[in-house]
């Protein structure tokens, strides 16, 4: 034992349910540690008091076990193992490998299986194959079955699917009627793209056992990647009439709404919730679908619900507010609910936005200086998470050309127009702009556009800058 170790104190942990000899033996080892006692332990002891430390989830006590066995026995195969096994659950499966490939003669069957998880999770694709190839040969008959199963779970995790399929048919050519194997495979063809001959698979699963639930959550999702959603909402209900699973329901749900089935959708939604009362998750998707129907009457109190009881995001204000208004007219009501969000979101581009937005366009009076530069403020928030967005660039240039910041204006109004999105009326505006700062030659470009695409070009025009028509009417010529 180590005799620096002063200060070691070891307590037993959750051992009344373990083997008498096994807690005896563990009881010996914390003795000898905090003693510093000279007692005896061969190499199965050590491994034996390793792994309950490593079953019980004390994983500094079993480095401290292994330490002392290594003493002891520095180059037994067996603890050489349970070396590489604490590095792999370290995170280090490098350092395992090291330490796995200094046994120059393995005779241990857990050898190569710890060297094939090592080269899996290291991506050593052919060593892998070796190394899980000998661990088969080496296996116990009555082992290979589990052996297999192993070994195309973890290539599986490792993401090794053209692998999983060598030996999930070399299983399945001794277990042609294994579920677990046969579930392995056909995730791996999932993920391989061949989704055909996934769902064959799992439909045989569904054929030896129609309530195995995991085959029919793995067709759902095959179906649903592929965007078959009227075959993954069949999947959903089977999977629901052999037992009820919130996390089911809520895909179907999604599945409904997407089809565009949304009063389906709405009341499986319902019923989601009525099974979690408290998952605002699902209220906020209820209230937004509500909303995306226009059935804001319904909406408004499932906002309500989520800002009185889980004001966590500012998308609740904002269909809150949205809903307000359009069931009531009450601007007053919307834009309080909003001004409340910005206390609590203050940094928020969607909410900054959209109160802008609303307070500009939907004022019942002109906006004062004062309420469009506060929007102007509120506006640069939003660029600067997203300077080239145009929603923001085209509301803020609108803000500035109501301020008469006519260079301001046209600058946000061209960074606008780079994008590909077409947003209604910004050739109008850009020829207003373009106007105002004197630029005949983009004015003349900008409104033969404009007049190419909106029939109340002129009538826009004219009304922000009355001067214009005679220049219209002499130079480019007005119908």
């Known amino acids: 034992m180590h005799k620096n170790d002063k200060n070691v104190n070891l307590k037993m942990k959750n051992i009344d349910d373990i083997d008498p000899e096994l807690e005896d033996l563990v009881r010996r080892f914390f003795s000898s540690i905090n003693h510093h006692s000279n007692e005896y332990f061969d190499v199965d002891d050590y491994i034996d008091i390793i792994e309950y430390f490593i079953d019980q989830e004390i994983i500094k006590y079993a480095h401290l076990a292994l330490r002392e066995a290594l003493l002891a026995f520095p180059d037994e195969e067996t603890i050489l193992d349970k070396q590489a096994e604490l590095l792999m659950l370290d995170g280090k499966p490098k350092d395992a490998l090291l330490v796995l490939n200094s046994i120059v003669l393995p005779q241990n069957s857990m050898t190569f299986g710890l060297r094939g998880e090592c080269y899996t999770r290291t991506a050593q694709v052919d060593n892998a194959r070796a190394a899980f190839n000998t661990l088969i040969e080496m296996c116990n ?34 277990f042609p009627n294994d579920i677990d194997i046969t579930k392995e495979k056909g995730y791996a063809l999932h993920q391989l793209g061949k989704g055909e001959e996934a769902i064959t698979l799992f439909n045989r699963i569904i054929d030896l056992d129609p309530y195995n639930t995991m085959a029919w959550t793995c067709l759902s999702q095959i179906y649903y990647d592929s965007d078959n959603l009227t075959e993954a909402i069949r999947c959903f209900d089977f999977i629901l009439a052999i037992n009820f699973d919130a996390d089911v329901a809520i895909q179907k749900s999604l599945c409904l709404l997407r089809l565009e089935q949304y009063d389906e959708g709405i009341e499986c939604l319902k019923g989601c919730i009525e099974n979690d009362p408290n998952n605002y998750s699902l209220k906020s998707l209820l209230a937004s679908t509500y909303s995306q129907n226009d059935q804001f009457d319904k909406a408004l109190p499932v906002y309500k619900d989520i800002i009185d009881h889980y004001p966590m995001s500012p998308n609740a204000f904002i269909g809150y507010a949205n809903a307000l208004y359009d069931v009531n007219g009450d601007y007053e009501g919307a834009l309080d609910t909003l001004l409340q969000a910005e206390t609590i979101f203050p940094k928020s581009p969607e909410l900054q936005f959209y109160l802008a937005n609303f307070e500009l366009k939907y004022t019942p009076n002109e906006p004062s200086q004062e309420v469009l530069q506060s929007n102007i403020e509120r506006l640069k928030i939003c660029l600067e998470s997203a300077p080239s967005h145009p929603h923001f660039n085209h509301l803020i240039g609108m803000a500035y050309l109501m301020t008469n910041q006519f260079n301001l204006a046209y600058t946000h109004f061209i960074t606008a127009l780079s994008s590909e999105e077409d947003i209604d009326g910004i050739y109008v505006f850009l020829a207003v702009s373009a106007w105002k700062i004197g630029n005949k030659e983009q004015f003349k470009k900008y409104y033969s556009e404009a007049l190419s695409r909106y029939s109340n070009t002129n009538n826009i025009l004219f009304s922000i800058c009355p001067d214009a028509k005679k220049y219209v009417k002499k130079y480019i010529g007005l119908n």
Do not use: V
């Open 141 to 174: 008959p009555d082992d290979i079955l589990t052996t297999f199963t192993d070994i195309t779970q973890l290539m599986n995790e490792c993401e090794m699917y053209s692998l999983t399929l060598e030996f999930a048919d070399k299983a399945l050519a001794l």
